[in-house]
T-cell receptor, first 118, second 115 residues
Framework: GAVVSQHPSWVICKSGTSVKIECRSLDFQATTMFWYRQFPKQSLMLMATSNEGSKATYEQGVEKDKFLINHASLTLSTLTVTSAHPEDSSFYIC??????????????FGSGTRLTVV | AQTVTQSQPEMSVQEAETVTLSCTYDTSESNYYLFWYKQPPSRQMILVIRQEAYKQQNATENRFSVNFQKAAKSFSLKISDSQLGDTAMYFC????????????FGGGTRLMVKP
């Protein structure tokens, strides 16, 4: 099945530094990658949609300059949290459509990254 | 735009018993998919079951089954013979067919299976 590998699984960084999160599609080509943020005991909140070779589309209220998304290849999408602050601490999840056999396969999700900014 | 509502923030069930999680949605689309995803403490999202809107037959996957009522826009998940490993957050999700790729999630239901 379609697998998305997400790294790192957890990271602690100092306030003001930047952190990069990578999502790789291992056995399929992910032309689209969705990036979510999840607060404890809450649902997934879509932050942005990245498409290979083009600019990402950000949801309303998401700062483009703080959450930089790059989708330079069909197998790699990255999210960089720039100048991180404690309020950026959260769980970040990437997801790609598993379209190989049609939309009925839904999405495949990365294992998530727990970011803690101290 | 679509909305997905899960009216039960938390539920609990005794091991081996049956529990039903509710989900309603609102859409003007006529053709779509509905999903239930499970997020255990590891936080890895796992697909539990899917339903195609044009299929009248309710989907079943082992101990998991759905009650899909298209006219009522209802999509509940029934878990039979609940196991401790079923303890997780459960999310209902909606995906329109050929109308964009965006998956819309409900707010989630936290299920606790008690021994």
């Amino acid at each position: 099945g379609a697998v998305v590998s997400q790294h790192p699984s957890w990271v602690i960084c100092k306030s003001g530094t930047s952190v990069k999160i990578e999502c790789r599609s291992l056995d399929f080509q992910a032309t689209t990658m969705f990036w979510y943020r999840q607060f404890p005991k809450q649902s997934l909140m879509l932050m942005a949609t990245s498409n290979e070779g083009s600019k990402a589309t950000y949801e309303q209220g998401v700062e483009k300059d703080k959450f930089l998304i790059n989708h330079a290849s069909l197998t790699l999408s990255t999210l960089t949290v720039t100048s991180a602050h404690p309020e950026d601490s959260s769980f970040y999840i990437c997801s790609a459509p598993a379209w190989d056999r049609g939309q009925g396969d839904g999405y495949t999700f990365g294992s998530g990254t727990r970011l803690t900014v101290v | 735009a679509q909305t997905v509502t899960q009216s039960q923030p938390e539920m609990s069930v005794q091991e081996a018993e049956t529990v039903t999680l509710s989900c309603t949605y609102d859409t003007s689309e006529s053709n779509y998919y509905l999903f239930w995803y499970k997020q255990p403490p590891s936080r890895q999202m796992i697909l539990v079951i899917r339903q195609e809107a044009y299929k009248q037959q309710n989907a079943t996957e082992n101990r998991f089954s759905v009650n899909f009522q298209k006219a009522a826009k209802s999509f509940s998940l029934k878990i039979s013979d609940s196991q401790l490993g079923d303890t997780a957050m459960y999310f209902c999700a909606f995906l329109p067919i050929n109308a964009g790729n965006m998956l819309t999630f409900g707010g989630g239901t936290r299920l606790m299976v008690k021994p």
